[in-house]
């Protein structure tokens, strides 16, 4: 199998389980209420395949918080067992200045090896991606609205 073969048939399962799925260029869009969770499938060359899911928070920190963030973020990863949370560096295109701190976004991500595309796994990959959105937003939305709440 391909990884497009693999794609479509987790994208018509996750659809057939009430989701709303939207394909793009190397992977598709899962929406549920109001997160969006991108999900992109590769083939294991030892069986199976890997899927990995990635949580857009709409979350940005600014180079010179990254020590508090960084802090923050380990005592939230510390307490997820679907994902975890990442910085990636947000590309500002050719026009910034080289002197302008860099900013980050912080994501949600989540990486889950199924055997098989069989319906018991397909039905894990469901568990897992609700529970991988709702504990990684939950988890955010405690710390921001909190009385310890990380500042970006």
């Known amino acids: 199998m391909t990884a497009s073969t693999e794609l479509r048939r987790i994208m018509t399962a996750l659809q057939e389980g009430g989701l709303t799925v939207e394909a793009v260029e190397d992977g598709a ?8 969770v991108a999900l992109f499938v590769e083939p294991d ?16 920190v600014e180079e010179d918080s990254l020590s508090d963030i960084l ?14 949370l990442n910085l990636d560096p947000v590309d500002e295109g050719e026009g910034s200045d080289d002197g302008e701190p860099l900013t980050f976004a912080v ?9 098989d ?23 955010v939305e405690r710390t921001l609205h909190g009385n310890k709440g990380i500042s970006a």
């Open 45 to 60: 060359p030892q069986g199976g395949v890997i899927v990995r899911l990635h949580l857009d928070l709409d979350l940005y």
């Open 107 to 115: 994501l949600g991500r989540s990486v889950l090896w199924l055997p």
């Open 29 to 36: 869009l899962i929406q549920d209420g109001d997160a969006r």
């Open 71 to 84: 802090m923050g973020m380990n005592l939230m990863n510390q307490g997820l067992d679907y994902g975890a």
């Open 117 to 139: 595309l069989g319906v018991a796994e397909l039905d894990r990959l469901r568990e897992h991606l609700r529970r991988f959105e709702e504990e990684v937003t939950q988890a």
